[in-house]
T-cell receptor, first 113, second 114 residues
Framework: DQQVKQNSPSLSVQEGRISILNCDYT??????FLWYKKYPAEGPTFLIS?????DKNEDGRFTVFLNKSAKHLSLHIVPSQPGDSAVYFC????????????FGSGTRLQVQP | DAGITQSPRHKVTETGTPVTLRCHQT?????MYWYRQDPGHGLRLIHY???????DKGEVSDGYSVSRSKTEDFLLTLESATSSQTSVYFC?????????????FGPGTRLTVT
């Protein structure tokens, strides 16, 4: 039972265009959401996060949107650059004391020059 | 750079042998985690620790044990390795107790069990 789902295994966009990566979750107890980027042979790197009390958070070219009623979040990258090509993981956490993350299966983004 | 190292970075071992993976951090953070990454599953939590000798199980803990006798080291042991434990293993830490969800990962250990 996957509590965090990334239904698109891959996405290809042109350089300069917008990349939109989507994530759905099922656990209503999740109150904090994060996006990680992962290059081959490296550990995931933290990208951006959002608390459930917000619906949008921006950091430079990266914006995360949260729609709690739909249990959906998305990551927008504008403009996309070839260096953004990586696997992106959505993650979520509920404040249960464990402070662990539940990850989606990832979306591979390819930005074409 | 969260100062996390993992050793070994690559290991090939035979079914039934014990294996220990080490995670080392340089900044005395309390929270440490072990995840495994497999195709189609993202990263899944194996064990975690809130401090020295304070550990607990994650969602895929069967076949694994951990120890934390020093703040800086978190060890993951496969008591008797199986082929299903072939995976990439990542250690992570939380840099702050204010935002414990924001975890930072080490470079990973690729383990192959033949």
């Amino acid at each position: 039972d996957q509590q965090v789902k990334q239904n698109s295994p891959s996405l290809s966009v042109q350089e300069g265009r917008i990349s939109i990566l989507n994530c759905d979750y099922t656990n209503s107890m999740f109150d904090y959401f994060l996006w990680y980027k992962k290059y081959p042979a490296e550990g995931p790197t933290f990208l951006i996060s959002i608390s459930s009390i917000k619906d949008k958070n921006e950091d430079g070219r990266f914006t995360v949107f949260l729609n709690k009623s739909a249990k959906h979040l998305s990551l927008h990258i504008v403009p996309s650059q070839p260096g953004d090509s990586a696997v992106y993981f959505c993650a979520a956490s509920a404040f249960t004391g464990r402070r662990a993350l539940t990850f989606g299966s990832g979306t591979r983004l390819q930005v074409q020059p | 750079d969260a100062g996390i190292t993992q050793s070994p970075r690559h290991k090939v071992t035979e079914t039934g042998t014990p294996v220990t993976l080490r995670c080392h951090q340089t900044e005395n953070h309390r929270y440490m985690y072990w995840y495994r990454q497999d195709p189609g599953h993202g990263l899944r939590l194996i064990h975690y620790s809130y401090g020295v000798k304070d550990t607990d199980k994650g969602e895929v803990s069967d076949g694994y044990s951990v120890s934390r006798s020093k703040t800086e080291d978190f060890l993951l042991t496969l008591e008797s390795a199986t082929s299903s434990q072939t995976s990439v293993y990542f250690c992570a830490i939380s840099l702050t107790e204010l935002l414990p969800y924001e975890q930072y990962f080490g470079p990973g250990t690729r383990l192959t069990v033949t």
